[in-house]
């Protein structure tokens, strides 16, 4: 049974955590390009290559969280803490779950936008999909506070540092 998260899932977690914030912070450009094209007039260049780089995020979360999502399988992943309440560990599995969902319908409906122009992915994409995403990440975010302040598990150091 596997302590914690191997070196290239941590890699993984935190790398997408990075470009995953990076989009949801700075989706201005693909929010611009969007209100123009569906807007019915021409992007710029300039448009279109700043919404590029979100596009290329988006992508490259895809594929990261697909890679993620195989190794989660091969690799497996730690138990949960004896310290963690049953009904939690439940919110937890779904949360985690719900993540990779994301990871894999937030780029597909991001790309039917984008790329076939599809109105309802975009809505999707920058409305309740972003909006669940930023949901989950705080109660992921105030989980592993509680881990690591409240209950004195080894959760963070599980996705950090390793097992000791």
């Known amino acids: ?76 992943v730690p138990p949960e803490p004896k310290e963690e ?6 919110v937890a599995k779904v949360s985690h779950w719900a993540f990779y969902l994301l990871f894999f319908a937030m780029p597909f409906a991001g790309i039917g936008a984008y790329y076939f122009g599809n109105k309802t992915a975009a809505f999707a994409h920058g409305g309740p999909m972003k909006l669940f995403m ?14 690591q302040f409240y209950w004195k598990t080894d959760v963070l150091r599980r996705m950090t540092a390793g097992s000791r």
């Open 134 to 147: 930023w949901g989950l990440i705080v109660a992921h975010i105030g989980g592993a506070l509680v881990h």
């Open 1 to 76: 049974m596997t302590t914690s998260f191997s070196l290239p899932q941590r890699i993984l977690h935190w790398l997408m955590a990075v470009l995953i914030l990076f989009n949801l912070l700075f989706a201005d450009a693909m929010e611009t390009y969007a209100r123009v094209f569906f807007g019915g007039q021409t992007p710029t260049p300039e448009q279109v290559s700043a919404a590029n780089i979100h596009a290329y995020v988006g992508i490259t979360v895809l594929v990261l969280g697909l890679v993620r999502f195989c190794l989660r399988f091969i690799q497996g």
């Open 85 to 90: 309440p049953p009904f939690l560990r439940v």
